[in-house]
T-cell receptor, first 110, second 115 residues
Framework: EDQVTQSPEALRLQEGESSSLNCSYT??????LFWYRQDPGKGPEFLFT???AGEEKEKERLKATLTKKESFLHITAPKPEDSATYLC???????????FGPGTRLSVLP | SAVISQKPSRDICQRGTSLTIQCQVD?????MFWYRQQPGQSLTLIAT?????????ESGFVIDKFPISRPNLTFSTLTVSNMSPEDSSIYLC????????????FGPGTRLTVL
C-alpha cells in the first residue's frame, strides 16, 4: 500500500530564514510526486510535479527535489505570504489514485 | 491548468438533510474526482466521477451516502445524503486533464457544517 509521510508537522520561520520540508514515500513504482500549497479555507494550489530521481523544479522561492525515497521542498528567504500548508502526494505506476501526505504547516513571521 | 468552480462555497445544514455540491470546469477533462478534507486533516478521495457511467468509490464510501453524477466532460455533482455532524468537512472537486496519473487541479472547496 502506498504511503506518504511529511515532516515536520509544523514549522515556524523568521522572514528570510531558509529551510526545507520533507516528504517520504513508499510506493510500488513511483509514477509521479506532486507538491501543493493550501491556504486556510481554500483548495490546494498546484506547485510542482516530479517524475524521476534527480529531478528538480523551481518557482520563485521554492525548489522541489526528488530522490528514490523522498522529496524536499526548499524554501529560500521565505516571506510571510509563503505561510500555508504544503502537501505532497504520490501516484504509482499502476495508475492508482493520489495518496496525500498529512501536510506541513508553515508559518513565516515578519 | 483548468479553472474550476464549486457551488455552494459553504453551507450550514440540519442533521438528516441532503446537500448537492456542483463542480464546473472551464474545459473538457478526462477525469474528475471528489475529495473530503476533515478539520485539520489531509485529503481523502471519495470517488472518481466517470462520464457516462457509475462513479468508482473508494473503500469506506458508498453510493447511497455520496451519490455522484457526471453528465458531461465539464460538470459533476456530489450529494451528501442523510447528513450527520460527522459529515462536517470541506468537500473538494479536482480534475486531471490527461488521466489518472497526471497532475490534479483543485476547486476552491465547499465548507459544510452539519448541526
Amino acid at each position: 500500500e502506498d504511503q506518504v509521510t511529511q515532516s515536520p508537522e509544523a514549522l515556524r520561520l523568521q522572514e528570510g530564514e531558509s529551510s526545507s520540508l520533507n516528504c517520504s514515500y513508499t510506493v510500488s513504482g513511483l509514477r509521479g510526486l506532486f507538491w501543493y500549497r493550501q491556504d486556510p479555507g481554500k483548495g490546494p494550489e498546484f506547485l510542482f510535479t516530479l517524475y524521476s530521481a534527480g529531478e528538480e523544479k523551481e518557482k520563485e522561492r521554492l525548489k522541489a527535489t526528488l530522490t528514490k525515497k523522498e522529496s524536499f521542498l526548499h524554501i529560500t528567504a521565505p516571506k510571510p505570504e509563503d505561510s500555508a500548508t504544503y502537501l505532497c502526494a504520490v501516484v504509482d505506476n499502476y495508475g492508482q489514485n493520489f495518496v496525500f501526505g498529512p501536510g506541513t504547516r508553515l508559518s513565516v513571521l515578519p | 491548468s483548468a479553472v474550476i468552480s464549486q457551488k455552494p462555497s459553504r453551507d450550514i445544514c440540519q442533521r438528516g438533510t441532503s446537500l448537492t455540491i456542483q463542480c464546473q470546469v472551464d474545459s473538457q477533462v478526462t477525469m474528475m474526482f471528489w475529495y473530503r478534507q476533515q478539520p485539520g486533516q489531509s485529503l481523502t478521495l471519495i470517488a472518481t466521477a466517470n462520464q457516462g457511467s457509475e462513479a468508482t468509490y473508494e473503500s469506506g464510501f458508498v453510493i447511497d451516502k455520496f451519490p455522484i453524477s457526471r453528465p458531461n466532460l465539464t460538470f459533476s455533482t456530489l450529494t451528501v445524503s442523510n447528513m450527520s455532524p460527522e459529515d462536517s468537512s470541506i468537500y473538494l472537486c479536482s480534475v486531471s486533464p490527461s488521466g489518472y496519473t497526471d497532475t490534479q487541479y483543485f476547486g476552491p472547496g465547499t465548507r459544510l457544517t452539519v448541526l
